[in-house]
């Protein structure tokens, strides 16, 4: 519901809207609406058919036919940086090796609310931008830049270039998040569950920090860290994006 409220807003075309028949069809009413406005073609189906059509994803009972969405290209990456439009300095998450869908859409629903200027991912080894991650999303995937780089540790390197700190997140760290310091320009970036960020993309961060873990778990899920590294950078901030 939220991912096609968020395409709605955003004013993209939808072409067809599938609505669960009965009580969905009231409760959606206002989303409705919204669809036929934009020229939408709304259809009422059955469960069963949401169903099928979700592979059993929990639909809230409404499904958008839209056009797929693409990663930003990286020309358009280095384009914002040279003309950097907010007041605030430039906070920006990285994801490497994050493949997983549900992982990668619950990371871009962290950086929307924390308030990121853009997502960069690697061409291989990473996720899609696919209906799971936007479903997943929650509507971030519309709003916040998802910028695709054909080799992320070049990426990085021409980070520094525009004065952008890079601060890597690794177990074995010796540094706390917390003394890090998120204030000025700065890239985040956070490796896949279990093999951690690549060799390459590790030693061309300026520094690492990691998580205190006072438990029995060695590690956190991949986007309950970014959530957690990235609300210490809005503290650090003071809540200015």
């Excluded at 860290?225 to 650090?236: H, K, N």
């Amino acid at each position: 519901m939220h991912a096609v409220r968020a395409l709605l807003d955003r004013g993209e075309t939808v072409r067809v809207l599938w609505v669960q028949e009965g009580e969905a069809q009231q409760r959606l009413g206002d989303l409705v609406e919204a669809a036929r406005r934009g020229g939408a073609r709304v259809e009422p189906h059955p469960r069963d058919d949401l169903d099928r059509l979700a592979q059993e994803a929990s639909h809230q009972g409404v499904i958008a036919f839209a056009a797929p969405l693409a990663c930003e290209s990286e020309a358009a990456l280095w384009f914002k940086l040279e003309a950097w439009p907010h007041a605030a300095p430039p906070l920006l998450l990285v994801l490497d090796g994050v493949t997983d869908v549900h992982n990668f859409g619950a990371c871009l629903r962290s950086a929307d609310a924390a308030g990121v200027h853009g997502v960069i991912v690697p061409k291989d080894k990473a996720a899609p931008l696919n209906a799971t991650v936007r479903k997943v999303a929650c509507g971030a995937a519309e709003s916040v830049p998802v910028y695709q780089v054909t080799n992320l540790a070049r990426a990085l390197a021409r980070l520094k270039a525009y004065g952008v700190w890079i601060t890597g997140t690794a177990g074995e760290a010796e540094s706390l998040l917390y003394a890090a310091d998120f204030c000025g320009p700065t890239a985040l970036v956070m490796g896949a569950e279990g093999k951690g960020m690549r060799r390459l993309t590790r030693e061309a961060c300026d520094g690492l920090v990691k998580l205190p873990m006072a438990g029995s778990v060695s590690s956190l899920n991949v986007s309950v860290a970014t959530g957690i590294c990235l609300f210490e950078a809005v503290r650090q901030r003071g809540g200015v994006r």
